[in-house]
RNA sequence: GAGCCAGUAGCUCAGCUGGAUAGAGCAACGCCCUUCUAAGGCGUAGGUCGGGGGUUCGACUCCCUUCUGGCUCACCA
């Protein structure tokens, strides 16, 4: 249902083209000046009238007028409201007939979208740092799916390098089997910190590590034992995480997979007089400086990140000959994507624009940085907990007969934690605290799926649609600001998968769960007349259907009761 | 020093390719549960959109300049 073309059609001036109009057609600032505007100052010049002369013309020559309830020239604007009720009958027959499909598309058919998310680094915790990157990197990942586009979830593990060394030393020199097998990655990291203090006082510590590192590259079977166990433990505990926040990957295919394909990008980049020696290590030099220098060879052979990232690129495009290529990683390497993806254009590879690194801000705590080294992080695991322990105590307060309480808890605790990290553009830094992330009052996923329960209470109550519908009882300010935001939720998808920006689909799910609750407050639904109740019950129905497709593309679930 | 990003209400942030009187939430104060879920609704208060120029009929939005903060700048990832 496309009402902007309903008004490019209807509306006529000399000169210009519906699509012209189309393209102008806006939102107006108020809802209560009309559904659409035009706004008509760009006719002004050309046709050398003022426009409100020019809105004024348009507002007296509608070509279809039955499709409006009111159109109205006002400052060089020409406001248009459409019929409210057929236009409300359209949208909500549309939200219940596609149901879950609501909100997809077709436009990413036939191609492939490459998306490289949370990458973590094996032995090391799943902190707050992160989240954000995890829950971008999945949102987008279904808003993709959505869209039609065929979507490769990719995992690359940070699974190789010496911190590996330093882990089989630190294991042979303080770690318990039985601690690690039973508080896993935890375990891990208390060795690996203790590592890096002890390593201050004692250089050699270091030189062991390059030596075990050095013997997992070279297949030392006791070296590849320990890494191995290392992997799985870390792997185990991850997908505990990811089952909890609903991401999925379709492969873990990390830094170690790359090692032996490095080489033939390394040789044609020689080939093509592109790799210089430069202080002994291996550089490709860009025109005019326009960026420093990506160095890919150490002075003493050892391959670095940009080469594997740069064998990663070649790998996918040959197995997955992607649309896209999206690398959703923090800011910080904004520098190092732009040196890879210049290396692959100068290789000659027109795809290197298809490149593209969706960056997102910073996660620090108040009193500093993240670091696992030095043991200052906030694990995951525990955020999740204590936002489910707090939901928990809400729904005992507020709602203690209910069934199924221990699960609700979970769906609400991680929805708000995951709700609150898709809030924000991407690109903002934050601090964390506990006070920010417990708050379920507000703009927040509690509020969202607080509004979905009670569409869901207040349709179980209701019974079923029989009879006549009478669509006067949602013809309101109310009514007709919720129908709006209804029909527009598909132009939030699509724009969020446009500009990886999934906050566009957390805002619009808030401003849905608004308009309903407002609807709730001044019109009550199941003590009206028959046919004005069957109008109120299909609203909450289509308004049911969008915030749980709206907040299932962000992984949160919505509990039917909490 | 250079490059990139950010700067909007006390706090956290929206503001789409330039469009009408710059919007929310939190915090503060006041009101609304004998009617469908009060994790809710309503109201009050709160602003030189970092500063200064410019382009435009029109600038939070584009250009220049300047200040502040963050990130990055050769053998970590």
Redesign the pocket.
């Known amino acids: 249902m496309d009402y902007k073309q309903i008004i490019a059609d209807a509306v006529h001036i000399d000169g210009v083209s519906a699509q012209e109009i189309y393209?102008l057609l806006?939102?107006?600032?108020d809802t209560s000046?009309?559904d659409f505007?035009l706004?008509c100052?760009?006719f002004a010049k050309q046709m050398r009238i003022s426009p409100l002369a020019i809105a004024q013309n348009i507002a007296t020559s509608i070509v279809a007028p039955e499709s409006f309830s009111h159109v109205e020239a006002?400052?060089?604007?020409v406001?248009f409201r459409l019929n409210k009720t057929q236009y409300a009958r359209k949208v909500l027959d549309k939200i219940l007939a596609e149901n879950d499909n609501f909100g997809c598309s077709s436009i990413g058919k036939g191609k492939t979208i490459c998306i490289d998310y949370s990458s973590v680094n094996i032995a090391k915790p799943f902190h707050m740092g992160h989240l954000l990157n995890t829950c971008i990197g999945s949102a987008l990942y279904k808003i993709c799916v959505a869209l039609g586009y065929n979507v490769v979830g990719i995992n690359h593990l940070?699974d190789w390098?010496t911190q590996f060394g330093k882990l089989i030393v630190a294991y042979k020199l303080w770690g318990d089997k039985a601690d690690i097998d039973k508080r896993g990655v935890r375990g891990l990291l208390d060795i690996y910190v203790r590592f890096h203090a002890e390593a201050e006082k004692d250089e050699a510590l270091n030189d062991q590590a390059r030596f075990w590192f050095k013997q997992i590259e070279n297949g030392n079977q006791e070296a590849i034992d320990l890494w191995t166990w290392f992997k799985k433990i870390t792997l185990a505990e991850v997908a505990k995480i990811y089952k909890r926040l609903d991401v999925r990957f379709d492969s873990y295919n990390g830094?170690s997979f790359y090692n032996d394909k490095m080489q033939p990008i390394l040789d044609e980049l020689k080939e093509k007089g592109l790799l210089e020696k430069?202080?002994?290590?291996e550089?490709v030099r860009f025109d005019n400086d326009e960026l420093?220098?990506c160095?890919l060879v150490?002075?003493?052979g050892?391959t670095?990140?940009a080469t594997r990232d740069l064998a990663a690129a070649f790998y996918r495009k040959k197995t997955y000959d992607f649309y896209k290529c999206l690398y959703v990683v923090a800011?910080?390497?904004?520098?190092?994507f732009q040196q890879v993806f210049k290396v692959i254009e100068k290789m000659g590879c027109e795809w290197s624009k298809d490149l593209e690194h969706v960056a997102h801000g910073?996660v620090s705590l108040e009193d500093g940085?993240l670091s696992t080294r030095s043991g200052n992080v906030v694990f995951l695991e525990d955020v999740l907990n204590k936002a489910v322990e707090k939901?928990l105590a809400?729904?005992e307060e507020?709602?203690p007969n209910i069934a199924n309480k221990s699960e609700i808890a979970e769906q609400?605790g991680v929805g708000a934690i995951i709700f609150g990290v898709l809030?924000?553009?991407r690109?903002?830094?934050?601090v964390f605290s506990y006070d920010k992330v417990l708050?379920?009052?507000?703009?927040t996923g509690?509020?969202a799926q607080?509004t979905f329960?009670?569409c869901?209470?207040?349709l179980e109550?209701g019974g079923d649609i029989v009879g006549d519908i009478d669509w006067n009882g949602i013809d309101s300010e109310e009514g007709a600001n919720l129908v709006r935001l209804l029909d527009r939720f598909p132009d939030a998808v699509e724009?969020a998968g446009r500009r990886y920006e999934p906050?566009i689909v957390t805002?619009h799910i808030i401003e849905v769960a608004?308009a309903f609750?407002?609807f709730?407050?001044e019109?009550?639904?199941?003590?009206a007349d028959q046919p004005v109740k069957n109008a109120r019950l299909i609203l909450a129905k289509a308004t049911k259907i969008v915030l749980s497709k709206g907040l299932g593309l962000l992984g949160i679930a919505t509990p039917?009761?909490?």
């Open positions: 393209e806006a939102l107006p600032k000046m009309g505007c706004p100052f760009k006002v400052g060089g604007y406001n940070g390098g830094e430069s202080e002994g290590a550089i420093p220098p160095l150490r002075a003493d050892a670095l990140y800011y910080q390497q904004n520098l190092h910073m940085a939901a809400v729904i507020k709602n609400v809030f924000n553009n690109i903002k830094d934050s708050n379920f009052e507000g703009e509690p509020y607080y329960a009670r869901n209470s207040v109550k724009e906050s805002r608004k609750n407002k709730y407050f019109h009550n639904i199941n003590n039917s009761h909490m």
